[in-house]
């Protein structure tokens, strides 16, 4: 079974909307972190939010936010306020429990920013 | 100034011929980590290190082999054995040990077997 599924392979935004990209994750250790990171056309990760899951407030970070909802299992990112430049692939991540500290990615989802 | 560094950015081999990956990362990171990205898809951990002297498989070990002999080198090596290596490889570190909460990638190295 997949650990993290994002069912959204792409999206179209126009610039200056919000945009959501969907995450859900799949694990029973009570421990573990969620990742989101940007992927531009020429292939580095950058790492944009991270979420522990003991956290108490969502994750935010400039015009990034976690929707963190632990009890359906989603972390979805929002975007606000939308640029050209956020167009890249995105993926959600999880790290289970603390022994190994290895993380685990989704197939990702493209986002195009429409002028 | 600290980062990764992974070499070439392109590589090219004829089937049959064992090739290494380099990555290097100067940011004292205990863990390193080697992934597989083919087009379209997330990324597959291939082998990750906690520590020097040692290392696990993840995931799509098979055909790829790897050393940690240095805390700041981790380089990974596509055996013939590897069915299908052409592949986008992105190496990461991280610092273990307090809830890991950010890895640190590298520039990838695109590989073409042929």
């Known amino acids: 079974a997949q650990k993290i599924t994002q069912t959204q392979p792409g999206m179209f935004v126009q610039e200056k909307e919000a945009v959501t990209l969907d995450c859900t994750y799949d694990t029973s250790d009570p421990s573990y972190g969620l990742f989101w990171y940007k992927q531009p056309s020429s292939g580095e990760m950058i790492f944009l939010i991270y979420q522990g899951s003991y956290d108490q407030q969502n994750a935010t970070e400039g015009r990034y936010s976690l929707n963190f909802q632990k009890a359906r299992k989603s972390a979805n990112l929002v975007i606000s306020a939308s640029q050209l430049g956020d167009s890249a692939m995105y993926f959600c991540?999880?790290?289970?429990?603390?022994?190994?500290?290895?993380?685990?990615f989704g197939k990702g989802t493209r986002l195009h920013i429409l002028p | 100034d600290g980062g990764i560094t992974q070499s070439p950015k392109y590589l090219f081999r004829k089937e049959g011929q064992n090739v290494t990956l380099s990555c290097e990362q100067n940011l004292n990171h205990d863990a390193m980590y080697w992934y597989r990205q083919d087009p379209g898809q997330g990324l597959r951990l291939i082998y990750y290190?906690?520590?020097?002297?040692?290392?696990q498989k993840g995931d799509i070990a098979e055909g790829y082999s790897v050393s940690r002999e240095k805390k700041e080198s981790f380089p990974l090596t596509v055996t013939s054995a590897q069915k299908n290596p052409t592949a986008f490889y992105l190496c990461?570190?991280?610092?273990?040990?307090?809830?890991?909460?950010?890895?640190?990638f590298g520039p990838g190295t695109r590989l073409t077997v042929t």
């Open positions: 990461a570190s991280a610092r273990p040990g307090q809830g890991l909460k950010q890895q640190y």
């Open positions: 991540a999880m790290r289970e429990g603390g022994r190994d500290d290895k993380i685990i």
């Open positions: 290190s906690q520590i020097v002297n040692d290392f």
